[in-house]
Nanobody
């Protein structure tokens, strides 16, 4: 069984930064693609960023381009999301996701495994 645990969420003022981390366990993730999604209150879960198994391919949602960066450390089985220039509209629960494969996947249905989420709150 695959387990994903997100850490790093919290409260930050607009313009600030946070770094989320997702630790994966249960198997070697060198052959897995990873992603970050978020869900704000009253809204559907949406794609934030994704990274291929070898970090050669990344994708970001338009709303976070130039502000968020996804990266991974395959040796440590972790994937991080560096979030800069945060805005109040970035407030949401952020989820880490994983799936076997080599690409960079943008849709929830592509992912097999999910973490429990970590809350990010950006105050104005």
């Amino acid at each position: 069984q695959v387990q994903l645990v997100e850490t790093g969420g919290g409260l930050v003022q607009a313009g600030g930064s946070l770094r989320l981390s997702c630790a994966a366990s249960g198997r070697t993730f060198s052959g897995y693609s990873m992603g970050w999604f978020r869900q704000a209150p009253g809204k559907e879960r949406e794609f934030v960023a994704a990274i291929s198994w070898n970090s050669g391919n990344t994708n970001n949602a338009e709303s976070v381009k130039g502000r968020f960066t996804i990266s991974r450390d395959t040796a440590k089985n972790t994937v991080d999301l560096q979030m800069n220039s945060l805005k109040p509209e970035d407030t949401a629960v952020y989820y880490c996701a994983a799936r076997p494969g080599s690409g960079s996947y943008l849709y929830m249905g592509h992912y097999s495994y999910w973490g429990q989420g970590t809350q990010v709150t950006v105050s104005s």
